[in-house]
């Protein structure tokens, strides 16, 4: 599965929306870009996910590009409860699929 | 409609012990994988069973080994613990499509 980039941490103003980016350069064809979430000392949640078209569910968007080495995860009027550390995985998706975690991006909703 | 469950919660084992723990995925998912999170470090892939076998494992040991059960359930074993074992263990189980894998909150395992 192809690597991830992450910044290390964010900061966000409580209400205003959050941008998370993530490159994966060497994403290839048949790999979706997921993003999970962990709140802390809980399992992760997922999010979303997409393959080359944007995306958007209650809890987010997902913005990728056109050549699909990079995307943003939005999450339009973020929360304190939005606070948690963000990861961002490309994964092939079939029958034995794994995730393979990076570090994440450590999101602080500020008040 | 019930998550993935895990149990214990947590555990408290001494080293050269052995460890059972116990996961039940989201109804009506057949796919169960676990994962290990040493504290201030993402998941890592420990192994994934599908009908009862394993299909997929990560670079961990054999001291680490599972079961599945025909209700999909699973179990994770860890033997001769280490003091390096002490972490949070995932189980997140997926269904028909495989395209998204839901978690369980964890069992936090303290090897002394």
Known sequence: DAKTTQPPSMDCAEGRAANLPCNHSTISGNEYVYWYRQIHSQGPQYIIHGLKNNETNEMASLIITEDRKSSTLILPHATLRDTAVYYCIVSRTYAGNMLTFGGGTRLMVKP | ?112
């Open chain 2, 1 to 112: 409609d019930a998550g993935v469950t895990q149990s214990p919660t947590h555990l408290i084992k001494t080293r050269g012990q052995q460890v059972t723990l116990r996961c039940s995925p989201k109804s009506g998912h057949d796919t169960v994988s676990w994962y290990q999170q040493a504290l201030g470090q993402g998941p890592q892939f420990i192994f994934q069973y599908y009908e009862e076998e394993e299909r997929q494992r990560g670079n961990f040991p054999d001291r680490f080994s599972g079961h599945q059960y025909p209700n999909y359930s699973s179990e994770l074993n860890v033997n001769a613990l280490l003091l390096g074992d002490s972490a949070l263990y995932l189980c997140a189980s997926s269904g028909d499509n495989k395209e998204t894998q839901y978690f369980g909150p964890g069992t936090r395992l303290l090897v002394l």
